[in-house]
């Protein structure tokens, strides 16, 4: 009943700009932490930001000074300002929020369906 859809990926050249987006949606009681991951082929899963409900960010170090993490808690919207990105950006990004369903008490981590980024001249 929860869901979490991504937008904003494409092909960029080197030196350009994107800015993802997911929307959280569903019978949803409330959203924790929220946090952009990103996989590239052959390579695993790894974490590139995330932000707490009171807005404290933390970033995976290769992103540092190029990306921006932000949210909109009254749309339930987590945004990924991807700027001066280079072709070892290139992955699947995905979304991920740990999210109280109304129905239950605690919190569950959940995850988007993924957009993919991709840098090449």
């Known amino acids: 009943q929860v869901q979490l859809v991504e937008s904003g990926g494409g092909l960029v050249q080197p030196g350009g700009s994107l800015r993802l987006s997911c929307v959280a949606s569903?019978?949803?009681?409330?959203?924790?932490?929220m946090a952009w991951y990103r996989q590239a082929p052959g390579k695993q899963r790894e974490l590139v930001a995330e932000?707490?409900?009171?807005?404290?960010?933390n970033y995976q170090d290769s992103v540092k000074g190029r990306f921006t993490i932000s949210r909109d808690n009254a749309k339930k919207t987590v945004y990924l300002q991807a700027n001066n990105l280079k072709p070892e950006d290139t992955a699947v990004y995905y979304c991920n929020a740990d999210v109280r369903p109304r129905s239950y008490l605690s919190s569950y981590p959940y995850w988007g369906q993924g957009t993919q980024v991709t840098v090449s001249s």
């Open positions: 569903g019978s949803i009681f409330g959203i924790n932490t």
């Open positions: 932000i707490t409900s009171g807005g404290r960010t």
